[in-house]
């Protein structure tokens, strides 16, 4: 297992297009209470800037991207780029309301994926379980059951 | 180049000016009564005068949607609301839009339209009208609205900043509506008084009274110092009327103690800007509650939202019906409305105190501007759900049983140990429980009216379908459910 005493961190934000400031902060807050340092971009963030705080916070575990305005997926097309470029190596999850209308085919969700977005939740409170399954994956590593 | 004195203003919008003493000489000319007046003789009934809000992107749409408005449902003062390029300054892009294609544009792009149209839209109305925006740095904007005729204007350094820019520091934001201010000050030394309201909605979702008040009370007394003589504060309905009346009236109370008497001041109230219902009778329901709070707690002026606030931006019918529905509920027909005048006593005493507490450090320092700065930037003033990273936003508000709005979390905020047992109190939470929770707790107080909408809906299925297989709640639920 890994050590207990060295903080966990996690970098979150919303989307480049997408202003909705309510639900980051109330996801900010309920990680840092369950003891994350959380790296918190704000609204409005372009993919970019969620890679250079990657490079300022390599220990980070995941990078938490908020999407609410339906334009997640317009938001993040440079995705395949950054990885390509050796950058945002680290698992990507994207929660929220991810397309435009209130008519969800799951499409949506295939084409995030066809990105490169490692994990996607419908529910903010899900995030500490996802955390933590991936942490104790990384200390861990999977070998075949 | 502008003759403008006290603002410094982009050339290019500079240029296409009228001459000062010409806008001067049309605003002192002009027959229309001043919002000032309008303000005044509604302080002066106990009744508000209903305002709505809205702002199309075509000249003659805007025109008509002004002329519609007034004529059937006659509110107290009209809105142009200007769209969001224009209130970033993004004068290109809001004059491509506009060329392409006008309804993509949120608002009308006043600077683009240029002062003559603006003139136009005053001339068309009898109402006098108010500019309201969003912008960190109006300067622009608020030239053309003063050429235009406008003597409303709303905004100031910390409540459109905040909530609508991710990054632009309060240094310069409260730089900028400082110059705006001072124009006002020498406008009022000439006898042409400019109402500038203050925006205590903030963010709009679950803001603290004591917040929204601190935050008009700091703008109000930069913008006295600087010589505006009228100034509207606005709060926005929380949805707990004892708590809602307390937050209105101690707008003139808190005034008087913390700003110049030649100033003159007028509660407005925001009606609610949380999740609105769907259902366009709770909707409607709401809105008249809206204007209820509003006569009940001594405003001037109240805002009115409409039946579909829901689904967006509304339509002219919609808003027509707004504004009529609000207006209905300042006139005498409930008038016999009384409300528990101790509970309203006991939270104005406490939300005083808070205010006072936050407030009084910053107002003591020597440089306002520059303690207000400090203030956010150490978390001794912040908001809750902040859109820029110049506020911490550490506070975390909650409402109690009652559906006031408390705080969960001050955060830094430098409350005394009495006004903390207070909201502890009032809030009477488990707070183990709650953390594991808490994204849903403050969901479901964002959502509050959505709780009433969802009651209404099912106590209706069960009247609509009755027999003695519906008559059970769980009936009454699952007939709400295929609605």
Known sequence: MSSRKTQRTVIIGVARSDAHAVANHLIAMRLREAGFCVVNLGVCTPLEDFADALVAHPDAEAVLIGSLNGHAYEDLRDLPALRAAGRLHCPLIVGGNLSVGSHKDGDERERLLSLGVDHILDEADQIPLLLDLLHAARATPLTGV | ?483
């Open chain 2, 1 to 483: 180049m502008s003759d403008l004195p006290e603002l410094d203003v982009e050339p290019r919008v500079a240029a296409m000016l009228p001459p000062w003493t010409e806008t001067m000489q049309y605003i002192r000319k002009s027959p229309k009564r001043a919002p000032v007046e309008v303000l005044r003789a509604a302080a002066a009934r106990g009744r508000p005068v209903v305002q709505p809000r809205c702002g199309v992107g075509g000249h003659d749409e805007m025109r008509t949607l002004l002329t519609t408005l007034e004529r059937r449902a006659r509110p107290g003062i009209l809105t142009i609301t200007i769209d969001s390029f224009t209130r970033l300054k993004q004068f290109r892009t809001a004059a491509q839009t506009l060329q392409r294609e006008p309804a993509d544009l949120n608002g009308y792009p006043l600077v683009t339209h240029g002062w003559r149209r603006g003139r136009e839209l005053n001339e068309s109305v009898d109402a006098p009208i108010e500019v309201r925006h969003g912008s960190p740095d109006p300067r622009e904007l608020f030239a053309v609205s003063l050429a235009s005729g406008f003597t409303s204007f709303e905004g100031g350094g910390i409540d459109y900043n905040l909530p609508y820019s991710k990054d632009v520091s309060l240094t310069r934001s409260l730089a900028a509506w400082a110059q705006v201010d001072r124009l006002c000050g020498l406008l009022a030394e000439e006898g042409v008084i400019v109402d500038r309201e203050l925006f205590g909605t903030l963010t709009a979702v679950l803001v603290p009274p004591s917040v929204s008040l601190a935050v008009c009370v700091l703008e109000a007394r930069a913008a006295s110092l600087a010589g505006v003589r009228c100034l509207s504060i606005a709060y926005p309905q929380g949805g707990e009327v004892h708590q809602d009346i307390a937050a209105l009236r101690s707008i003139p109370v808190l005034a008087r103690r913390y700003l110049p008497e030649n100033v003159e001041i007028f509660p407005v109230l925001h009606e609610f800007m949380g999740v609105f219902p769907a259902d366009p009778d709770v909707a409607d329901a709401l809105i008249l509650y809206g204007g209820l709070t509003a006569r009940l707690g001594g405003a001037a002026k109240v805002i009115n939202k409409t039946n579909q606030e829901a689904r967006g931006i509304p339509d002219a019918q919609a808003n027509v019906a707004g504004i009529r529905t609000a207006a209905l509920a300042c006139t005498d027909l409930l008038d016999f409305v009384r409300v528990d005048e101790a509970t309203v006593e006991e939270e104005t005493y406490w939300l005083q105190r808070e205010v006072a507490e936050l407030v009084e450090p910053v107002l003591a320092a020597p440089d306002l501007a520059a303690a207000i700065v400090d203030a956010f930037a150490d978390g001794r003033l912040d908001i809750p759900f902040s859109a820029s990273v110049h506020a911490r936003s550490e506070v975390i508000p909650k409402r109690d049983a009652t559906g006031a709005i408390r705080y969960l979390n001050p955060g830094r905020l430098p409350f005394s140990r009495p006004t903390l047992r207070r909201n502890e109190q009032c809030l009477r939470v488990d707070r183990a429980s709650l953390s594991r929770r808490l994204i849903d707790e403050i969901r479901s107080d964002i959502n509050f009216f959505l709780h009433a909408e969802r009651r209404f809906q099912a106590d209706r299925a069960t009247v609509e379908c009755p027999g003695p297989a519906n008559t059970g709640p769980g009936a009454a639920a699952s007939s709400g459910g295929v609605r």
